[in-house]
């Protein structure tokens, strides 16, 4: 297995194996492995290298440690911060999608915010017994516009609406009957690793690509038009509320929101 980077603070570390057909994108960087800007910068990288990459097949999301994400950075959603950190996270997902390669996810422990909308954009997710998953920006004062995209896509509009519009967090077990994880294994990185090794690597890394084109060639125009309204509906309308503001303000200062309906 070759490691592109082994130095702990870098925000996403890549290793190969299966002969280069198979990476394993970490992300690390900081507790929790936070989503902010220096990550999506640095998983934009890596996903223009794998599209470039002809003889790669699959690419398996990891987090390093305990945990797969405690999600997007909680401080670079402030109005000052928060067009350009969107703006990235969202053209990721384009490069993402753009690759047309197939994409897994292990999951161990905390699963929250962009952590699970990167999780749930992938085809197969395999978590262990101990994975924690939500989107909770509902309980910050704000909304999840990629989750909000595509997933229903994966669990169906009702379960859908329950996680972006209550906030709660679901254990792994709840989670396999959403749909939203495929399979619970006490080492998700080995089970998606098993997976791939049946049923992915055996194919064409050419067709392949095409097959993934194909299977998701309606989600595309979601992502490339719907997902740049919401972003815009975020970033001018709801923005300009004094809640959305108020409820990430009283997250870093650890107090309740205050919220005024507005």
Known sequence: MKAMSTTATEPVRVEKSEGGA????????????????RMISALTVVFHEATADR???????EGAGNHF??????????????????????DLFGVMTSSSLFLLAAVRGQCL?????????????FASPDAK?????????????VASVILKDRVGRAHAEDLLLSGRVIGAEE?????????????????????????IL?????????????ARSELVPRLTHTLRELERSYLEELMATH????????????????????
């Open 133 to 145: 998953l939500g989107q909770p920006e509902i309980l910050l004062g704000v909304f999840a516009p």
């Open 175 to 199: 989670a396999l009957t959403f749909g939203l994880v495929d399979a619970v294994a006490a080492n998700p990185g080995e089970a998606a690793l098993a997976y791939a090794r049946e049923h």
């Open 243 to 262: 809640d959305a503001v108020e409820g990430i303000q009283a997250f870093l200062e650890k107090r309740p929101p205050r919220w005024q309906d507005e």
């Open 69 to 90: 994400s405690f999600g997007a950075s909680v401080p670079e959603h402030l109005p000052e911060h928060v067009p350009n950190m969107l703006r990235a996270f969202h």
């Open 22 to 37: 198979y990476w394993r994108v970490i992300l690390g960087g900081s507790k929790g492995n936070i989503i902010d800007s």
């Open 202 to 214: 055996p194919c064409s890394a050419s067709t392949l690509r095409h097959a993934v084109k194909a």
């Open 55 to 61: 003889h790669l097949k699959a690419v398996c999301l």
């Open 113 to 125: 915010g962009g952590g699970l909308e990167l999780v749930s954009f992938c085809h197969r997710v």
